[in-house]
């Protein structure tokens, strides 16, 4: 139990749904994370919260939303995604943020996989 | 550009010590990480290097040569359950963290 909770688990959509994947982290931390993980490659950094405020966003297609209305809660809005999106999604959180830290180790959750039809 | 690279797959007999390698090119270099990752779990720290030299916990022991930007995870007394993922990550001179795409672990009895 890494203090971080992601739901759903799996989740399988059409290219037309509308779907939202959620994280909350029960550590205190001040910053989270959201990560794709495709197998066999790098994990992939999407976007960046500190204190709810977004702080990176590495250039992920609009058809990825996050919202973080409190440090505790992430939310990632998924609409019109294509097959090429699905992977596994990890979130994380860490104390600071990485920009504060030099050694700032993260806690991730379990993932959700998410297979788009 | 940067790049961090280490091993697909390896195998190890349960019991023996294995060395999993990882070198890296960042712009600056400011640590290195390794993360443990069983299958469809989550990924859970294992160390942090930032100067020269061995580090040792337990089973577990982590390597980092900033001259040769190399780095290695060394597990002894292999046991069943350390048939995971083992995923490297230096971090840049902007503390950006660099992933490598992970090493997959298969212990056999």
């Known amino acids: 139990e890494t203090g971080v909770t992601q739901t759903p688990r799996h989740l399988v959509m059409g290219m037309t749904n509308k779907k939202s994947l959620k994280c909350e982290q029960h550590?205190?931390?001040?910053?989270m994370y959201w990560y794709k993980q495709s197998a066999k490659k790098p994990l992939e950094l999407m976007f960046v919260?500190?204190?709810?405020?977004?702080?990176e966003n590495n250039s992920v297609p609009s058809r990825f939303s996050p919202e973080c209305p409190n440090s505790s809660h992430l939310f990632l809005h998924l609409h019109t995604l294509q097959p090429e999106d699905s992977a596994l999604y990890l979130c994380?959180?860490?104390?600071?943020?990485?920009?504060?830290?030099?050694?700032?180790?993260?806690?991730f959750g379990s993932g959700t996989q998410l297979s788009v039809l | 550009g940067q790049n961090i690279d280490q091993p697909t797959e390896m195998t190890a007999t349960e019991g023996a010590i294995v060395q999993i390698n990882c070198t890296y090119q960042t712009s600056g270099f400011n640590g290195l990480f390794w993360y443990q990752q069983h299958a469809g779990e989550a990924p859970t720290f294992l160390s942090y290097n930032v100067l020269d030299g061995l580090e040792e916990k337990g089973r577990f022991s982590s390597f980092l040569s900033r001259s040769k930007g190399y780095s290695y995870l060394l597990l002894k007394e292999l046991q069943m359950k350390d048939s995971a993922s083992y995923l490297c990550?230096?971090?840049?001179?902007?503390?950006?963290?660099?992933w490598g795409a992970g090493t997959k672990l298969i212990i056999k009895p």
């Open positions: 990550a230096g971090t840049d001179s902007n503390y950006q963290l660099i």
């Open positions: 994380a959180s860490s104390q600071d943020g990485q920009h504060f830290a030099t050694n700032e180790k993260l806690f």
């Open positions: 550590l205190g931390h001040n910053a």
């Open positions: 919260y500190s204190l709810e405020e977004r702080v």
